[in-house]
């Protein structure tokens, strides 16, 4: 039991084929409470209740910043503590660079980057009270080969911005016990692609991995139940790719 006893909140998470309900699944079979956050559409209580009875579903908005501090305060009252944050949140967009807008740039960077830093603000004072915590960010392989399959410019920028954000959390909070990491998935088979993507393209694609297949949502969910526990507890600021091998060269 990994993370026995600790709570654990997962942006995003209400998505049952997506990367933050499988973070959630295995964070609680690992012993977390947990709390999953999404928008009231995605239903995020019905989500937690999947998981089961003792774990919360809370509705909140991470591009909105009393409604993280809402959220993160809820969460101090059910369970008393906040042990883990995974910022998983984030929207993606397949457009070129000159085809992206103001109202794009703004939508895309206002959840993947804005969000890591308003739910990161949400729940630091908690862990500095603590002088303990886990903050994991979700990036992208995008962020680091220049583009994606699916994600715009904008959507690399984006990630790119999370790594950088986390890094530098990493070194002001790691004097108080507090660890930030980053994990950089590469093309996984959640439903951000569902419809996007023809069963050819993705042998195609799976072609080009060396591990010869595209990600699962529990590849990503492992990473971060890793960077959560005292398994990762020598390691901030680190970037964790889980990509199959796509970017050896």
Do not use: W
């Amino acid at each position: 039991m990994l993370l026995k006893d600790k709570v654990a909140l997962i942006t995003g998470g209400a998505g049952l084929n997506g990367l933050g309900f499988a973070t959630a699944r295995l964070m609680a079979a690992h012993g977390a409470r947990v709390v999953v956050l999404d928008l009231a559409g995605a239903q995020p209580a019905a989500a937690a209740a999947q998981i089961g009875a003792q774990h919360l579903g809370l509705v909140a908005d991470v591009t909105d910043k009393v409604s993280c501090d809402a959220a993160a305060a809820a969460v101090l009252k059910a369970f008393g503590r906040i042990d883990v944050l995974v910022n998983n949140a984030g929207i993606t967009q397949p457009v070129k660079t000159l085809e992206i807008t103001g109202a794009d740039y703004d939508r895309i960077l206002d959840v993947s980057l804005r969000g890591t830093l308003y739910m990161s603000q949400a729940v630091l004072p908690a862990m500095q009270a603590q002088r303990s915590g886990s903050i994991v960010c979700i990036s992208s392989v995008s962020a680091q080969r220049g583009g994606g399959i699916l994600g715009g410019p904008h959507y690399s920028a984006a990630k790119a911005g999370v790594l950088g954000l986390a890094r530098a959390m990493a070194r002001e909070f790691a004097p108080q016990g507090i660890r930030v990491n980053c994990i950089t998935p590469g093309l996984i088979g959640t439903d951000i692609i569902k419809g996007k993507l023809t069963e050819e393209k993705k042998a195609e694609i799976a072609e080009t991995i060396p591990l010869a297949r595209l990600g699962r949502a529990d590849d990503i969910g492992g990473a971060c139940v890793f960077l959560a526990s005292e398994l990762s507890a020598y390691c901030t600021g680190i970037t964790l790719d889980v990509n199959g091998g796509m970017l050896i060269h």
